[in-house]
């Protein structure tokens, strides 16, 4: 039995992989090093147990708040060395995030053999230091190698959980169980993250009725947004005729639920995080509105290079009206479109991330 350390947090982008992974680890004595937060109770749930290790949060902008972060930081990595000392693990696996950076600093300390996995084509700032420090890379596109050099990188793309990879129900079902009428309107899946986002929420006010008389929507709003959008919902749906009423689903987040929203949908409305490879995995053409705030500008680079795929189209943030996504929504959705778009997106997306971590992950 061996001791893995598996360590970031911060987002489902960062965490699903992480238990993704654990999942093919089982048998061996797996410890979580990370933030104690929302995301590091599924770790728990998972069985994993859990060491904390103080969040400090690096940010690229002039901040007082820097100054409190530092000694956050300097306290993680006491931490860290103190808590990786006593576990000392066989090997350490890194998805990123807040936490991460400390951790695999005394992994690197104690001489512990480290493997990082970049889920964006453009590597996060964590990424680039601990990828210095680490035996292998894992990286889910192939322009994120050029942030690696001399290093064993390999492309694998993104862990999947087995609850999205397993299931076998059939669309049809799916829509039934996502309270979609199966042979209805094509159905739109609206994912902001994992953690939503506001302005395309409110985009989807805004347009409801074009848009409900076009498709029945799947709409995770994000748990942090989901009570300001109901109330907002409240209202708007006055305009609306109880048929157009009964075509939308809006969900705080979607859990445990996410693999049969996938299997019930025609197309997505999605930011260009992690959720493109999930996308991709399930065959399902999008339209991508990257987010013009993400570090290194990563979104947007996503975004353009899974549409040169011809799995997608790209509306930037500027252009989020009703008139051109409804548009492009529709273009995807016509049976020749559809066809050649799922079949690009399921070319894109490797099968095996989670078998091959795992057999790096041994293999140190």
Not at 53 to 74: E, P, Q, T
Not at 196 to 217: D, H, M, P, W, Y
Request: hydrophobic residues 45%; aromatic residues 8%.
């Amino acid at each position: 039995m061996k001791r893995i350390l598996l360590t970031g947090g911060g987002s489902g982008g960062h965490i699903y992989p992480l238990l993704a992974v654990a999942e093919k680890l089982q048998g061996n004595n797996l410890r979580y090093f990370g933030p104690k937060d929302a995301w590091s109770t599924y770790m728990l749930n998972a069985g994993i147990p859990i060491s904390g290790i103080a969040k400090a949060k690096m940010r690229r902008y002039f901040s007082l708040l820097n100054a409190v972060d530092g000694i956050k930081f300097i306290y993680s990595i006491l931490q860290a060395l103190i808590k990786v000392g006593f576990f000392w693990p066989h090997a350490a696996f890194s998805k990123g995030g807040p936490g991460a950076l400390p951790v695999l600093f005394a992994c690197r300390v104690y001489g512990v053999p480290i493997i990082i996995h970049e889920s964006d084509s453009v590597a996060g700032l964590t990424s680039r230091v601990t990828g210095k420090w680490a035996k292998i890379v894992e990286v889910a596109w192939d322009e994120a190698r050029v942030f690696f050099p001399n290093k064993e990188v390999h492309r694998v793309g993104i862990p999947l959980r087995s609850a999205l990879r397993d299931s076998k129900e059939s669309m049809h079902d799916a829509k039934i169980t996502m309270a979609c009428e199966p042979d209805g309107l094509p159905v739109l899946l609206i994912i902001g993250g994992s953690q939503g986002s506001e302005r395309i929420n409110n985009f989807i006010l805004e347009n409801l009725v074009a848009l409900l008389t076009k498709f029945q929507i799947i709409h995770q709003t994000g748990s942090v947004n989901y009570e300001s959008h109901m109330r907002l919902y409240e209202t708007a749906k006055s305009a609306l005729t109880m048929e157009l009423r009964n075509r939308y689903h809006p969900y705080a987040y979607l859990e445990n639920k996410m693999g049969t929203a996938y299997r019930a949908a025609d197309c997505a409305l999605s930011r260009s995080g992690s959720a493109l490879f999930e996308l991709a995995a399930f065959g399902i053409p999008a339209v991508l509105i990257p987010l013009p705030e993400a570090a290194h500008d990563h979104q947007r680079v996503n975004a353009y290079a899974y549409a040169k795929t011809g799995a997608a189209i790209v509306v930037e943030e500027a252009n989020l009206l009703g008139t051109i996504v409804i548009t492009e929504l529709k273009k995807i959705t016509q049976k020749e479109a559809h066809t050649a778009m799922s079949a690009a997106a399921r070319a894109f997306a490797p099968t095996d991330a989670t078998e091959r971590i795992t057999k790096d992950i041994l293999s140190l």
